[in-house]
């Protein structure tokens, strides 16, 4: 599976900004997609999934209520609003697809995308 990520940006505090991740080559595998943030000095956390059975989603604490995660699935793209942006929310954000075969699982990220609030 590979993974293009597309975006990200400065934006003021309180702005938006919408981030896309397009998947393509064995996307009929896709398990689950979702978007990890890694800031400086900080370890990568989670941000957001969205399951491809169901479409049931799931979200960090701290985005709850401002970040909305959706799928395309006629174009294996995931999306992610972003509103009322925070200066904490400043990092780069990684798209993250997990598939499953037979004899396991296999995690693909993107290159990653500078998300910057300014105060």
């Known amino acids: 599976v590979q993974l293009v990520e597309s975006g990200g940006g400065l934006v003021q505090t309180g702005g938006s900004l919408r981030l896309s991740c397009a998947a393509s080559?064995?996307?009929?595998?896709?398990?689950?997609m979702g978007w990890y943030r890694q800031a400086p000095g900080k370890q990568r956390e989670l941000v957001a999934y969205i399951f491809s059975g169901g479409g049931s989603t799931d979200y960090a604490d701290s985005v709850k209520g401002r970040f909305t995660i959706s799928r395309d699935n006629a174009k294996n793209t995931m999306y992610l609003q972003m509103d009322s942006l925070k200066p904490e929310d400043t990092a780069v954000y990684y798209c993250?697809?997990?598939?499953?075969?037979?004899?396991?699982?296999?995690?693909?990220w993107g290159q990653g995308t500078q998300v910057t609030v300014s105060s």
């Open positions: 080559g064995s996307t009929s595998r896709i398990d689950r």
């Open positions: 993250h697809v997990r598939t499953l075969v037979p004899w396991g699982r296999s995690d693909y």
